[in-house]
Every structure is written in structure tokens, then in C-alpha cells.
């Protein structure tokens, strides 16, 4: 069965300031690994997402990911906050065939950026 | 294209009325999927369409609970009779398919609240 785990219910930085999001997830076969986003509002987009191929993974908003196999996790990563960044944020596994591509999503970690 | 399309975006009633809520997938998606969002419970998968079929009805909470999808560009959830506990926020999300890459698109959501 495939699960995921967001480390960190909260987090806050400052603008201009690193930003890291944890996620990690388990899976009984090779996963799809996905991160959406949802400001506030809003229904849930897209950030990016991880199928085969290059580990690390470029999306929307300057955010990026890597998949690292060996630690099961595929954190979500900004080299520099901004306020429009404040939002929250979903982590997604889908194992493909084997669970007809239906998504498990993890808790969700809010973002708060501080001026 | 519009995007998903929900409606209403707020619906207030009575415990014990009937609540419908309308969802339009992306034209060409042949998945769609209710999703169910509440602080308690985070972001719950009612059910999933594929082909206008329902596929996995396993996070449907009970038999209050029915969703159908009579053509591949509508579908429907009923809540009968609702409940206070029925409050929450209800998602609409369509995909191309089922493949376990396929990004999920989401509706701005139903908020609804049972008085």
C-alpha cells in the first residue's frame, strides 16, 4: 500500500529565505511523486512532479524537488521565499497500475512567510 | 479550456435537507474523482469515475452518500439527508486518465455547511 508523510504541519520563514518542505512516502512499486499546491480559497494545482527519468524535478514558482529512492523521500525545496508563496502544500504518491492511478495525499504543510 | 467546474461554490442548508453538488471535468479528461476537505480530516477521496464508471467507492462514508456520473462531462453528489457533520469543503478533480503520472486538476470546491 502506498502512504505519505509531510514532516512539519507548519512552517514559516522569512521572505528572501530558504525553503524546505519535507515529504516522505512508501511504495510497494516504483512511485509517481507529485506536489500541489492550494492558496487559499482555491482547489489544489499542480507544483510538479516526479515520473521517471531525472531525479531532480523543476516546477512552477521556482520551486523544485528531488527524488531520492534510497531515503524514500522527495522533499520541496525554494532557494528564496516570497509573501506569494504563503500557501499550503501537498505531497502525492500514485503506484500507477497497480492502484488505477489513484493518488494518496499527505496531511499538508502550511507556509507562512514573514516579511 | 475553463478548467473544472463546480457549482454551487457555497451552499448553507438544514440538517436533514438534500444537498446536490454539480461538478463539470475538463473536456477529454476520462477520470474524475470527489474529494472531501475538512480541517479534522484533511483531504479524503470520496469516490472515482473512469469512463463514466465508478471505480473505487471506498471513502464514501455512508449511505447518505451517493455520486454518479450519467456522461462524461457531469457529475453529480448527493448528501441525503445531511448532517452537521456533513460540513466541509467538496472537491472535483479530473484527470486525462488513470495512469499513474496523470496530474489531477482541480475545482475551486463546494463549501458546504449544515446548520
Known amino acids: 500500500a502506498q502512504s505519505v508523510t509531510q514532516l512539519g504541519s507548519h512552517v514559516s520563514v522569512s521572505e528572501g529565505a530558504l525553503v524546505l518542505l519535507r515529504c516522505n512516502y512508501s511504495s510497494s512499486v516504483p512511485p509517481y511523486l507529485f506536489w500541489y499546491v492550494q492558496y487559499p480559497n482555491q482547489g489544489l494545482q499542480l507544483l510538479l512532479k516526479?515520473?521517471?527519468?531525472?531525479?531532480l524535478v523543476k516546477g512552477i514558482n521556482g520551486f523544485e524537488a528531488e527524488f531520492k529512492k534510497s531515503e524514500t523521500s522527495f522533499h520541496l525545496t525554494k532557494p528564496s521565499a516570497h509573501m506569494s508563496d504563503a500557501a499550503e502544500y501537498f505531497c502525492?504518491?500514485?503506484?500507477?497500475?497497480?492502484?488505477?492511478?489513484?493518488?494518496?495525499f499527505g496531511d499538508g504543510t502550511t507556509l507562512t512567510v514573514k516579511p | 479550456d475553463a478548467g473544472v467546474i463546480q457549482s454551487p461554490r457555497h451552499e448553507v442548508t438544514e440538517m436533514g435537507q438534500e444537498v446536490t453538488l454539480r461538478c463539470k471535468p475538463i473536456?477529454?479528461?476520462?477520470?474524475l474523482f470527489w474529494y472531501r476537505q475538512t480541517m479534522m480530516r484533511g483531504l479524503e477521496l470520496l469516490i472515482y469515475?473512469?469512463?463514466?464508471?465508478?471505480?473505487?467507492d471506498s471513502g464514501m462514508p455512508e449511505d447518505r452518500f451517493s455520486a454518479k456520473m450519467p456522461n462524461a462531462s457531469f457529475s453529480t453528489l448527493k448528501i441525503q439527508p445531511s448532517e452537521p457533520r456533513d460540513s466541509a469543503v467538496y472537491f472535483c478533480?479530473?484527470?486525462?486518465?488513470?495512469?499513474?503520472?496523470?496530474?489531477?486538476?482541480f475545482g475551486p470546491g463546494t463549501r458546504l455547511t449544515v446548520l
Open positions: 473536456s477529454g479528461h476520462n477520470s
Open positions: 478533480a479530473s484527470s486525462p486518465g488513470l495512469a499513474g503520472a496523470d496530474t489531477q486538476y
Open positions: 502525492a504518491v500514485s503506484e500507477g497500475s497497480t492502484n488505477a492511478g489513484k493518488s494518496t
Open positions: 469515475f473512469n469512463n463514466n464508471v465508478p471505480i473505487d
Open positions: 516526479y515520473t521517471t527519468g531525472a531525479t
